[in-house]
């Protein structure tokens, strides 16, 4: 098999799933009126394999045999940089919306190629392989399910109330498991052609059950994905130029009691590699997610400049200063993003991984700033963010000629300019597609504690706090005469 | 007259005032789907007078003759702490939205009446007076349009392309003005009785047609009220617990050439008074805006206690730590707004206002904070805001089960209290009513910069900069050798 | 007796009290070269109370005694605020060090009596009240050592490998106690007359030996104070314009076995009343603390702007936004501290202490925003602060007219008026006197951390927490389709 | 010639220059006793050079001749890394403080050579050229005299009260120029070989007689180094580890009718160069600084990781949320400094530069988080910074055995141990020598909103500014259905 068309892969969907939204069975996802919307914001993923700009970016030839460049191993600094550039322009086409219909999936195989390449027992790593290969081959659109629902946060798997508050093996059989329990977040799922389970953190000795990571296709009996309806009103594409058009679709992903076979198993009972594995996979996926943040950073910076303009404050110095808090946050994200790839280490498997240190001070800094961004934005804009008119009002004669004579920006710049902009923004800030890139800057891909959390253990872990504690104890004892004493 | 009840508040708004929505002429408020919502709000104001609970608080009882107490002249601190306290308690009602059907009109009432009085002319003054009882007596709703649409912002009204883009008298007659021009975000303006213009800014000696103030009814031929459909999604009251019931208005207004009777002309032609107007507005407004906002951020903080405790985080030294700053963020603004109160400066009108670098202190300390108080409710709330099921999700069988079992918090806390407490953070934060407040805490009362202005040019005015000014020269001089020289 | 005057003040420190400085035994303290400005500076409060413009503030008369404001029980928020006044007066007098050689007496005072007034065995209350007493009538001054040295600081006092690392009872005798220990950051104390002794922190049950409070005068045999040598530099007056005439001692205070007799022992295995003493008097201390803050937070900003004009830039916008920061900064901690004061609550034995919460809401204010308002006094200043000439520069020929030409500011400033405020700024910000500032800020009145833990300690207390809570909840649930299911 | 040895360097100085210190002529630099402990601060540049550790690093071979690396051009990224490497050492030696004594010369120089290879007159660039060679084949030592003393900050240098305020050529003869100023901030001038004189500012066309960069050796006549006696106390090795042994000099550098000879003019009256030279002079000296920031920061780190462990307090959770602030920090200068020399841009010359926008954003973030970064160390650190005891309490029995007992840390930890380290942070944070660290975080190498300045002027010239207004553009108007109208 070879590369995907948008055609294939949306008839791929119509595959029986069991999707649920606002109290309904969806019969068919890609008709559906708001998943279908995200199928056809996932394609744009296979268009691009398609389309003459973004080819040589998209596609990668090995062995006279073409891929999605997704799929694409790393096995170098560079291979991270084309990887960061192709989800980059993935997300620019996608209107700031990360496609996510394989960085997740990828992202999970790596982790899994990379954690399985260590154990002893060689059959996991040969059965990812395998699947990674017949992902790879099929052109797979993959979720990925992490985040269990967790009941009580403090408490661990084991010692909750209900003991299925954590996914978890329930059966075991000759030809494979039965696992039950929810994952929360599962994005993409309604519109993926499989599922990747992975734990969401570590495990203790008497968690074996709770070790578990497989992958089944999205229509396997007994899994049932619960669409989240938000994000779902009525959109105008004037209003809404963004979400209007572009979608990604959250679920509660249960499972009922899955048969998982075994060729799909690829954790089962490995209470010590449960938490390499979902740190693994969380440090592909940062990566991931500061790479299709910086269209979202360079939209807010764009738009920012573009609204000053419009309103003819360019030059007051309250803007500059703004726009330069702006373009420091958005470039020092950049910054730290390509160092991350360039300061790539080594993992099993011949892969490498981005550095960790530099990705989890990425992603906190794009996580930490990002409230204050959308503030400095808003603030340029002007409170017509939530006071404007809509569509109709601009096909209504009686109304038209006001908005034309009176929503004007500096000369030169038209009410319609000046309203497109301020459709954007608002779009982008001040709506629930705002709302959800607001929430998903501080929860996806890990909280920003988590974060904070692996900046530390990274920088111990590399030697730097080595390093900085000998250097300040140097410095310290050099001259003291009373240590001498 | 005296009080009036809900009914013929509702009832009064039927008067063929011409609102436009969606590119169509509403034939009636009151019954509209989304400006009958904003009507609903606005009738917490009457129904808190006849409430037993607030009826000592909302009625002011004087000369054997009740009113409003939103229309008490200030006289000392007290008159401001009670009406500080009212509007929180109302505020409190709308579920953190300000009800603003009084607060605004008398906050510009009081404004119209200090600066009149100063005046060589007393006719002024005399029309204000006589337009203040009138409201008082008949306990009228008032909108306030203040903002211009400004066109190029760094550009004064007569400089502007289109001399309409801010509010300017067209022709005089002896019987009144007829004005010309556009106001944007006037609050409430739909289902208000009358509306009060002000300019926007300070004018210079060539601006006397830009520097006017009156007010019209809402209905007066040539009013036209551009409402905004932000925020006017379907909304369940499951999910948008605040916005399902909860709505303000916002219009473009036009005057389309409208007539003013010169009974209702408060300034015309004064230049010099045109900025004293707007500034003692604003200094007015923004103490309403402190008030109003106390029950946002208590809401804020209870919701961060309240889902901090069902998910099981309480302890967490972050969680704690973020708690911490929110409630310094909270009590901090309700400090500032009490000291306002009592360093009320002295007026014309033998009437008191909220000390004006307290209030911009109180205003600006809230304003640049909210954005990052959100970040921290909804951190510790969790990515399920945004991925989280809808109302109907909960009323279906076959998906309700999951929810209630899945969805849980720490031992002792259902699904359905988690899930309720999640719901109204999604709706105060990460929604279109969210982003309402968002866009309100920069934009509304004035902009982040013109708060900051007046605590300059207030520490300035109150002798606050002279008196450190000569306490660092002192200190600095006392003993320096060579200034002796 | 009576006020003391300055004269009585140095003669009674002259009472062979055993004080190390930089490993030698000080002889007489009031002709040491660095503890003798130490008293000289504490003698402005003596000098005050004789001083026509601060009697009144200075001086209280009751029963036609007069006594210093210091020991004012305050009984209201009145008292509260003239309390206030007068540490601010006093400290304005020490070019912005506080003099505290009676503030942090009466505010230990002041706790011992609300702390001792609800014991069951009302000697220890008799006790305090006739120390205070003798305090009061022998116009004294007092230093309070509270802060052990703790050693493991994660440890308990019984828990460490030396007992001794916690003040402690060693030996009880029928006439009195011993103890043993060493208390640091004593201030003031090789120039008070007695020094108080108080817990630093609560006790178990098991600490009965470490729940210790006493007086002891200064030179009582075995108390010996090693003073700090921080700061002890050369002093020139016009480089150092507060540092050369203005300082405060610091010492580690060592009990070797140290007699106290029981009429100064206040509390002795009480282990329940150790943790609320140790709070009682940081609130009280922390309203000194934040008294004592004013002075230098409003020469910081008259330093800004003064500096900032004779460098010819107050109209940058960057430089307008700076000064208003440290406006805001300051006077946000002016409000908070009146506020704390007004809103007083009620203690044991008639007296008021400031609101635990407000007070700590502005102590948490100030300690944060001090290294900020540093940076931005610093900036507005120039890089000269530590590349400027020295004294000697000024009385050479050759070196004055340079500085005289070279050093002018815009026009009208001449380089001496310009010099003089940059030395003040550095020796305010960038000297050893602006370090001791600056470690104070964070470190004096309790850690950053413990004001942070008493903002929520407090506001859960005073049923603020409660209220929100019950906000959030009422609004959350009012319209929630499925709780009611 | 070749690299010189200290002896050489320290002998180069004997040289009669004129500096003046604390009103007196200093007859020798190298004896004096603050002055020469700069020399013995500045030596350890050319010992690097002797010592095998750096050799590799310090020195240069081309063509078969040694010289410093310091003097060599950057030609692309990997020379540009290995200078901040170079640098970093060396400041690492100085024990945080950088020797500059080449560092900020070769800056100059390089600056030098890449604005005069754009002249159409090749003498300029060649004088420069056989300037370098000399300065690099006699391994020189180099100020650099940029910042003109100003005098009001917001007139041009035309239009000052006095022309002189800002450095001007007073007179031009066939043989060379006279000129007549004063330079601020010249560091290491006192003991440097020569002075770079380079303009501050771009000029306008009539200031072309402001328009001049030359050198001239440090003891030409006229040229009086009137140095700045900051930081001049009595050093005790124990208490100021670093600043009892190093030490820079900063001077006020007076031309009074200074002589230059026409093969050391480089600049003269090309009121559009000098601008450009101002600039480009910057953003070399600006890497330097980012360059030599780095073992600041490190020690910074260290010393808090150190002293957080010797106090027991490691594992308290606000102690590992400063740590990591504090990690984030530095490694985020250091990111953005490898970056920026790895985005190096092409010069005239055949040079490299290092990326103007990058090297912005990371000086920027240095300065502006510095004084927040001393708070976390200070506050981890504890307030006996300001409290403690001096070396020579450490030397006598009867105060050392209560210093041993008393200030020791966790178990393992001694008294010695602790406040070594303790004396470190001291010197580090809390000094003079702390002071002038936090001065130049601000001020050296240009001020904070010069560096803003420049983000936004590189993200402009780099062509960011208009990808992302592209971006912005593309995205608001792909579904606009009113633009289309």
Redesign the interface.
């Known amino acids: 098999m070879a590369l995907r068309t948008v055609a294939e892969y949306v008839e791929s969907l119509r595959d029986d799933r069991e999707v ?1 939204f ?4 969806v019969p068919d996802v890609t008709s559906h009126p708001v998943i279908g919307k995200a199928v056809r914001h996932a394609s744009i993923d296979f268009q691009m394999a398609e389309d003459e700009t973004y080819r040589e970016l998209a596609v990668v030839t090995e062995n006279e045999k073409e891929y999605s460049r997704y799929y694409k191993i790393p096995q170098n600094a560079e291979d991270l940089l084309l990887r960061s550039r192709l989800i980059e322009a993935a997300t ?1 086409e996608g ?2 919306l990360v496609v996510l219909i394989k960085e997740i999936g990828t992202d999970a195989l790596f982790a899994l190629l990379a954690v399985t390449a260590g154990m002893n027992d060689p059959v996991y790593h040969q059965r990812v392989r395998a699947y990674y290969a017949y992902c790879r081959d099929n052109d797979l659109s993959l979720a990925t399910a992490q ?1 269990d ?1 967790k ?5 661990r798997p084991s010692e909750q ?2 003991p ?2 954590y996914l978890r093996v329930v059966e075991r059989r000759s030809d494979g498991i039965v696992v039950r329990g ?1 994952k ?2 599962t994005s993409v799922a309604p519109n993926a052609n499989d599922i990747i389970v992975l734990p969401t953190r570590a495990m203790g000795a008497q968690e074996a059950d709770w070790s578990v990571a497989f992958a089944v296709p999205a229509n396997t009996p007994g899994v ?1 994905l ?1 669409a ?7 959109s ?4 809404q ?2 979400s ?2 572009h979608k990604m679709m ?3 992903t ?1 499972f ?1 009691d899955v048969f998982v076979p075994n060729e799909r198993i690829f954790l089962d009972g490995d209470t010590a590699l449960a938490g390499a594995l979902a740190l693994t996979f969380v440090e592909y996926h940062r990566f991931t997610a500061v790479s299709y943040k910086l ?1 979202l950073v ?2 807010i ?3 920012a ?2 609204i000053a303009d419009y ?3 360019m ?4 803007v ?2 703004k ?2 808090k702006l ?2 946050y ?3 994200l950049r ?2 993003t ?2 991350a790839a ?1 300061r790539c280490v080594a993992k099993a498997n011949g892969q490498v991984a981005p550095d960790p ?2 990705v989890n ?1 990425a992603k ?2 794009f996580a930490h700033g ?3 961004a ?2 400095h934005l ?2 340029l804009a ?15 004669e ?2 038209r000629r ?2 034309q ?7 030169g710049v038209s009410a ?2 000046r ?3 301020m ?2 923004i ?1 779009d982008l ?4 597609y ?3 890139q ?3 800057a ?3 891909e890990g ?3 988590a974060e ?2 692996q ?2 253990r990274s ?1 111990q872990a590399n030697g ?2 080595e ?7 140097k ?9 001498a ?1």
Chains 1, 2, 3, 4 share one sequence.
């Not at 606002?22 to 069975?25: D, P, V, Y």
């Not at 009941?151 to 408490?155: F, I, P, Q, T």
């Not at 030059?315 to 309250?318: D, V």
């Not at 800030?429 to 629930?432: F, G, H, L, V």
């Open positions: 649920w606002r109290g309904e069975r620019a209107d700031t985040t629902v009941g009580d946060r403090v408490k109330a209900d299925d508050l929810a929360i977040h049932k619960l989240s309806p938000f994000g779902d009103g009525k105008r594409p004037g209003e130029p963004i209007a058009r959250e679920t509660m249960v009922d269209p360079d939209a910076v764009g738009a400049v573009t309103n003819g404050i030059k007051a110095s309250h500059r200063e726009l330069i373009i420091a958005a470039e020092t910054a730290l390509q160092t360039k240190m530099t001070l906190s800094h990002y409230h204050e959308v503030q808003q603030e002007g409170g017509i963010l939530v006071t404007g008119p809509g569509d109709e009002d601009w096909t209504t009686e109304t006001y908005l004579k009176y929503l004007v920006g500096r000369q319609e300019q309203m497109a902009m459709n954007f608002r800030t001040a709506s629930e705002g709302a959800y607001e929430v998903l501080i929860h996806a909280s920003l504690e904070k959390l900046i530390i920088y730097s706090a390093r900085v504690v000998a250097l300040a104890r410095m310290a004892t050099r001259q003291s005469t009373f240590t004493a």
